[in-house]
């Protein structure tokens, strides 16, 4: 399983970005993906989640409203939307799978992409 995450930058706050992630190995099988972020000095925590069917999603209730997760099963990516950044959106924002677990802990998911960074601007 491998996992590249990408679409990172930088954006003034109240930008947009949007994430992907490609996966491979068969990582969408059965595996659930799912978005962290890590910003500095900080622990990495649950952004949003996807099902490997794309049916259900889970998402960080401190933002609601301001990301989406989607699938695209053909090309084997996952996207995380996010709109109405702030600075303290700004980190290392990883992509991860897993195949059990609950969705919103680091230490369920095994494979982690090499996370791609987000720097918003006040």
């Known amino acids: 399983v491998q996992l590249q995450a990408s679409g990172g930058g930088l954006v003034q706050a109240g930008g947009s970005l949007r994430l992907s992630c490609a996966a491979s190995?068969?990582?969408?099988?059965?595996?659930?993906l799912g978005w962290f972020r890590q910003g500095l000095g900080k622990e990495r925590e649950f952004v949003a989640a996807?099902?490997?069917?794309?049916?259900?999603?889970y998402f960080k209730s401190s933002m609601p409203g301001r990301v989406t997760i989607s699938m695209d099963s053909a090309k084997n990516t996952v996207y995380l939307q996010m709109s109405g950044l702030k600075p303290e959106d700004t980190g290392v924002y990883y992509c991860?799978?897993?195949?059990?677990?609950?969705?919103?802990?680091?230490?369920?998911?095994?494979?982690w992409g090499q996370g791609t960074l987000v720097t918003v601007s006040s």
């Open positions: 190995g068969g990582a969408l099988n059965k595996n659930s």
């Open positions: 991860a799978a897993r195949l059990r677990g609950a969705y919103f802990l680091v230490s369920s998911y095994e494979y």
């Open positions: 996807i099902t490997s069917t794309g049916e259900s999603t």
